[in-house]
Structures are given as structure tokens and as C-alpha cells.
């Protein structure tokens, strides 16, 4: 059965056709996330998770491209908000123990270890908001290439835009991130921008 007959099927809440439709992607879709995330646990719950949310979805699915690429698409998304909420505390504290090192290795830094720590807490947050106020697709663009796990090819994917727009966003947001923090007045170190932007 093609996958439109199917979808058509599933938005009726057929099951059996839900259930096809499991059983023809879950295993494509799991070997992805496992790429991606190095853990089978993890690429399965996800992989559950999204196919619990496109049922409960199934009546209000909007889907302009193929259903295969609908389905991998919002696994990339998946996959970006779980290295978003995993480890995003856990890697802010790391980054900021990693510059209190840096800052204490460069005794010739004349910018002392408590100004530099609170000028790192205000770029964090020029970073932040100035992120917040980007247009949508640079905002999309952007975080998900903060993420370092997916590719240029696979954002352009996901987001169905060519890899040169990507890259085009991309070097735009760190413009506007950059400029943001000089009308701060805030200088730092290039490395305390790499800390702050790997997320």
C-alpha cells in the first residue's frame, strides 16, 4: 500500500494502517537516531515518542512533502531538542568551569577572574536574547548548528532549504551575535565565544 493510501487510513484512526506504517519506517528511523545520538536507548524512545505524537496528531497533519521525508524531518527536529534539553545545563556548567581555567592559566590577562566571570554571565545572556529575536528560519538554522551533530546537508533537509541558505544564516546570526555584544561593550576572548556557542 503507498503511503498516501496510508496516511489517508491513519488520519480515519485505522490502527492496522498505523501499525504498517510503524512497521515500515521504525527500524530506517532508529538506525538514524542511533547515528546521531550514539545511543540505541535514546534513538528508541525518540523514535516511540514521534510516532506516539504523529497519532495523536493524525487528524490536523499537515504534510507537503513525502511522508518519508516528513517522518525524517521531524526526527531531526527530535533529535536537535534532545541535545537542547539533555544537555544543555550540564555543558553550561562544564563551559563555565573551562573558562575559570582559562582565565586563572593567563595571569597576564589584566581583566580579573571576578570581572571576567560576570562579563561571561552577560554576554551568555546578550547571546540568548539576541538568538530569541532572530526571524524564525535564522533562529531554526542556528540552533540546531549549535548542536554540532547535524550536518549542513542534514539541516538543509530538514528545514527543506538549500545547504548554501543554511550557511548564509548561519554566518549571519554570528554577525548579529557579534555586533550585539560589541554595542555592550562586551570583549572577551575568542574562546570564551566558542565555550558559549557550543551547546
Known amino acids: 500500500m503507498e503511503d498516501q493510501k496510508l496516511l489517508s487510513l491513519i488520519r480515519a484512526s485505522d490502527y492496522d494502517a498505523f ?37 495523536n ?10 511522508l518519508s521525508n516528513y517522518l525524517i524531518s521531524s526526527l531531526y527536529y527530535k533529535i536537535f531538542h534532545h541535545y537542547r534539553e539533555k544537555g544543555l545545563q550540564e555543558k553550561h556548567v562544564r563551559h563555565f568551569q573551562e573558562f575559570q581555567m582559562q582565565a586563572l592559566q593567563s595571569p597576564a590577562d589584566p581583566v580579573s577572574l571576578k570581572e ?48 548554501q541558505t543554511v550557511k548564509n544564516q548561519t554566518s549571519n546570526a554570528m554577525k548579529r551575535l557579534r555586533e550585539a ?19
Not at 542511533?34 to 497519532?55: H, N, P, R, Y
Not at 560576570?118 to 529575536?133: A, H
Not at 549542513?152 to 528545514?159: K, M, N
Open 116 to 163: 571576567a566571570e560576570l562579563q561571561y554571565e552577560q554576554l551568555r545572556k546578550i547571546i540568548e536574547q539576541t538568538i530569541e529575536e532572530m526571524p524564525e528560519k535564522m533562529r531554526q538554522v542556528f540552533q540546531m548548528s549549535r548542536s554540532g551533530k547535524l550536518s549542513v546537508a542534514d539541516i538543509a533537509a530538514t528545514l527543506e532549504v538549500s545547504p
Open 19 to 55: 501499525d504498517e506504517l510503524y512497521n515500515r519506517y521504525w527500524k530506517k528511523m532508529c538506525i538514524i537516531a542511533s547515528q546521531k545520538t550514539g545511543c540505541k536507548e535514546d534513538a528508541m524512545d525518540m523514535v516511540q515518542e514521534l510516532f506516539i505524537e504523529f497519532w
Open 181 to 199: 555584544a560589541r554595542e555592550h561593550s562586551v570583549e572577551l576572548p575568542y574562546y570564551v565565544w566558542i565555550i558559549l556557542l557550543i551547546d
Open 57 to 66: 496528531k493524525r487528524e490536523k497533519l499537515v504534510i507537503t512533502s513525502t
